[in-house]
């Protein structure tokens, strides 16, 4: 996907991870889950970053034929009613991320462990945690993660999680920080998306109308409100907004070009907003597109890995 350079407001930073690699001290370790599509070999830079700060990495092993297994759900009924859920469907991918946290205990020496999900590795921890327990795991941070199920009865929004995250949200454990276990979201503002058609009704208020059993983050009810620097109406801008519309229900806000602002925040986690960051390691550099993984983007949040 194309899309358009930071906000003029991004300044990236010089990364000292020279200052950390050169101390002795080890952190505890952090497990990476990869993002829909994803493979593997896409975090390998930030699995450098991340140990020259002195923090043990560990990748899920994932290949991106792997995740062809979902299709798998197209035969669950649940599928094509819209409530389908995380077992059996996913049971490959928590296999391959209690392969990875089995790895990363052994190189804690029975510390604690740091989960850090991008994109839906982040909604996907949520049921790791909930399914085979959170007892060893005192971080999840989220990089991009659309953690909210897009509101119901909107016209021309489709849940493409098929209900998976309505499960989530109604199955798994709330997000509280806390000093034993911390949540951490952090959301991109790379680009504004904007409506396909200017005179749309649509807008974040219709989701008053939300059926009274769905529970949804105060924070997804918020008009996106920012001094950040605007962005003319482009035909990027608007297809990119139609993307966010299917994730929140509005097209005209801000995201990581990918998942709007307001999805990738969690009521009662700390939630952060990072100007300039796109998506996805795919089609990211570090200076005109950086991504969460980003040298100088990992240098804004690498303190919660090392308290």
Same mark, same amino acid.
């Given at each position: 996907?194309?899309?358009?350079?930071?906000?003029?407001?991004? #300044?990236?930073?010089?990364?000292?991870?020279?200052?950390?690699?050169?101390?002795?001290?080890?952190?505890?370790?952090? %497990?990476?889950?990869? *993002?829909?599509?994803?493979?593997?070999?896409?975090?390998?830079?930030?699995?450098?970053?991340?140990?020259?700060? *002195? %923090?043990?990495?560990?990748?899920?092993?994932?290949?991106?034929?792997?995740?062809?297994?979902?299709?798998?759900? @197209?035969?669950?009924?649940?599928?094509?009613?819209?409530?389908?859920?995380?077992?059996?469907?996913?049971?490959?991918?928590?296999?391959?991320?209690?392969?990875?946290?089995?790895?990363?205990?052994?190189? $804690? !020496?029975?510390?604690?462990?740091?989960?850090? /999900?991008?994109?839906?590795?982040?909604?996907?921890?949520?049921? &790791?945690?909930?399914?085979? +327990?959170?007892?060893?795991?005192?971080? @999840?941070?989220?990089?991009?993660?659309?953690?909210?199920?897009?509101?119901?009865?909107?016209? *021309?929004?489709?849940?493409?999680?098929?209900?998976?995250?309505?499960?989530?949200?109604?199955?798994? #454990?709330?997000?509280?920080?806390?000093?034993?276990?911390?949540?951490?979201?952090?959301?991109?503002?790379?680009?504004?998306?904007?409506?396909?058609?200017?005179?749309?009704?649509?807008?974040?208020?219709?989701? $008053?109308?939300?059926?009274?059993? !769905? !529970?949804?983050?105060?924070?997804?009810?918020?008009?996106?409100?920012?001094?950040?620097?605007?962005?003319?109406?482009?035909?990027?801008?608007?297809?990119?907004? !139609? +993307?966010?519309?299917? %994730?929140? /229900?509005?097209?005209?806000?801000?995201?990581?070009?990918? %998942?709007?602002?307001?999805?990738?925040?969690?009521? /009662?986690?700390?939630?952060?907003?990072?100007?300039?960051? &796109?998506?996805?390691?795919?089609?990211?550099?570090?200076?005109?597109?950086?991504?969460?993984?980003?040298?100088?983007?990992?240098?804004?949040?690498?303190?919660?890995?090392?308290?």
């Amino acid at each position: 996907m194309a899309l358009g350079l930071p906000p003029l407001n991004f #300044k990236p930073q010089c990364s000292s991870t020279s200052t950390f690699s050169s101390s002795s001290t080890n952190y505890r370790p952090a %497990v990476i889950l990869p *993002g829909l599509g994803n493979n593997t070999g896409d975090y390998k830079k930030l699995e450098f970053t991340l140990q020259e700060y *002195g %923090v043990p990495t560990v990748v899920a092993k994932v290949s991106r034929i792997d995740w062809l297994r979902n299709a798998a759900g @197209l035969v669950d009924p649940n599928y094509w009613k819209g409530t389908l859920q995380p077992r059996p469907v996913l049971d490959w991918y928590l296999k391959r991320v209690d392969d990875a946290v089995q790895e990363a205990e052994e190189l $804690a !020496q029975g510390g604690k462990l740091s989960v850090i /999900g991008h994109s839906a590795g982040g909604w996907l921890a949520r049921v &790791y945690m909930e399914e085979f +327990g959170l007892s060893h795991i005192s971080l @999840l941070l989220t990089l991009g993660t659309p953690h909210l199920p897009p509101p119901k009865g909107l016209p *021309g929004v489709i849940d493409q999680t098929r209900g998976l995250l309505y499960y989530v949200q109604q199955h798994c #454990k709330k997000a509280v920080y806390t000093p034993k276990l911390k949540y951490v979201c952090i959301a991109g503002r790379y680009l504004q998306g904007a409506r396909f058609v200017n005179d749309s009704k649509v807008a974040v208020e219709s989701m $008053a109308t939300i059926d009274d059993d !769905q !529970q949804v983050s105060d924070v997804a009810v918020v008009k996106n409100k920012t001094d950040s620097t605007p962005v003319s109406t482009t035909f990027q801008a608007r297809f990119v907004g !139609q +993307g966010y519309k299917q %994730v929140c /229900g509005e097209a005209d806000v801000w995201g990581d070009g990918v %998942v709007p602002e307001v999805s990738a925040h969690l009521e /009662g986690a700390l939630n952060i907003s990072l100007d300039g960051v &796109y998506h996805s390691p795919v089609g990211s550099d570090d200076v005109s597109r950086p991504w969460y993984g980003s040298p100088a983007v990992v240098e804004q949040w690498i303190h919660h890995l090392l308290n």
